[in-house]
């Protein structure tokens, strides 16, 4: 019977204080530029891979800019031309079979606020020069005609697609490029962000947990294993739904592996039918990986203190809390010392620590 223990407990990222977690430099950094541009009208290309928190950044840009209008968000891969232009700019009575009456834009009731275009790439070669106008001058007609509208809304746009492939390729404007790409933000891969697993993982764990009213306290030791060793492909969101899918169908006090998606713990469940390793305490289970993370990123560097903190995405002094912490003392290994193990098995070591 595993020992009931509590979920490690954030002092950074409370999820009230600031919804977007991550603790790499790369979410650091998108962190910044939005504290940095969020009070001007910059508009904002936010790039990554789908599931990697590009929405929940926009939101975010929005709730820190002062801006008194409404986020509004529309998906514009999902609407076909017409639609989407109607979408955007609203119609007036008349202009097309089934238009019965005037229709506000999302544009106009953006005004005051932030629109947020996601899926940028996938308009059409028609709807970027009707974007580039709006962009550039602020203004339109209503599908149909009627009065131009001028607005004050603050552009964000978001894509998973390379958008400059795509102006090479002749299938997305330069000149739209260019006006959209006025500060860039790239949300990281979770597979390229390893170190935020845990921390993310124990957020969606409280979260489904108080969802669902269960006592659920933590994760055991090849659940952590099974999470840190996934590529990731879907990002936080398939992270996300792994954890609460194990809080709903679990039965223990702890998140086990085989509670996850079989995709996630086939690996490691099945492996030559041994045993899983027994449930460790939360606090063991967790200071494992990071512990294999960290020697894997020495190891890597020649036992480089600044190196490896670099490739791990964390400062120097944060490692050197991290190395106190979990009790590594790196005494024994000046920098630049022989690696031992052999590089070959350092390096599958790290990959496999931090895939
Ligand atoms: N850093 C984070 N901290 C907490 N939750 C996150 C973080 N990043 C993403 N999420 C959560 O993961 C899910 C997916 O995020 P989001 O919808 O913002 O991704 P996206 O990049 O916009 O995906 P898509 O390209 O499919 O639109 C959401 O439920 C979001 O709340
Ligand atoms: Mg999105």
Not at 194 to 221: K, V
């Amino acid at each position: 019977m595993p020992r009931p223990i509590t979920p490690i407990q954030h002092p950074v990222t409370s999820p009230t204080r600031r919804p977007l977690l991550g603790e790499h430099s790369a979410v650091f950094e998108a962190l910044s530029i939005v504290e940095r541009i969020a009070h001007t009208p910059a508009t904002v290309l936010i790039t990554g891979e789908s599931g990697t928190g590009k929405s929940l950044l926009a939101r975010h840009l929005h709730e820190s800019s002062g801006r008194r209008g409404r986020f509004v968000e529309v998906a514009c891969g999902s609407l076909s031309d017409s639609l989407l232009e109607s979408e955007l700019f609203g119609h007036v009575a008349g202009a097309f079979t089934g238009a019965m009456s005037d229709r506000e834009g999302r544009f106009l009731q953006a005004d005051g606020g932030t629109i947020f275009l996601d899926e940028i790439a996938t308009a059409s070669p028609a709807m970027q020069v009707k974007l580039l106008r709006v962009l550039q001058e602020l203004q339109f007609e209503p599908v149909g005609g009627g009065r131009t509208h001028t607005v004050d809304v603050r552009v964000v746009l978001a894509t998973h697609e390379d958008l400059e492939r795509l102006v090479a390729e002749g299938k997305f404007r330069a000149d739209l490029y260019w006006r959209i790409n006025v500060v860039a933000i790239e949300m990281p891969a979770l597979r390229s962000r390893a170190s935020d697993i845990p921390l993310l993982a124990n957020h969606f764990l409280r979260m489904a947990a108080s969802r669902a009213g269960r006592q659920i306290e933590g994760f055991t030791s090849a659940a952590v294993e099974a999470l840190l060793a996934h590529p990731w492909p879907g990002n936080v969101r398939e992270l996300e739904h792994a954890v609460e899918r194990g809080v709903f169908l679990g039965r223990g006090p702890l998140l086990d592996v085989c509670d996850l998606p079989v995709s996630i713990a086939a690996p490691r469940a099945i492996r030559g039918g041994h045993p899983l390793p027994p449930p460790a305490s939360l606090k063991t289970s967790m200071a494992q990986p990071e512990r294999q993370l960290i020697l894997a990123a020495l190891e890597r560097n020649g036992w480089r203190r600044d190196a490896a903190a670099r490739s791990l995405g964390i400062n120097r002094t944060t490692l050197y809390k991290k190395l106190k912490r979990l009790g590594m003392d790196l005494a024994d290994h000046p920098a630049g010392a022989t690696v031992w193990p052999p590089a070959s098995h350092a390096t599958s070591h790290a990959t496999s620590a931090s895939r």
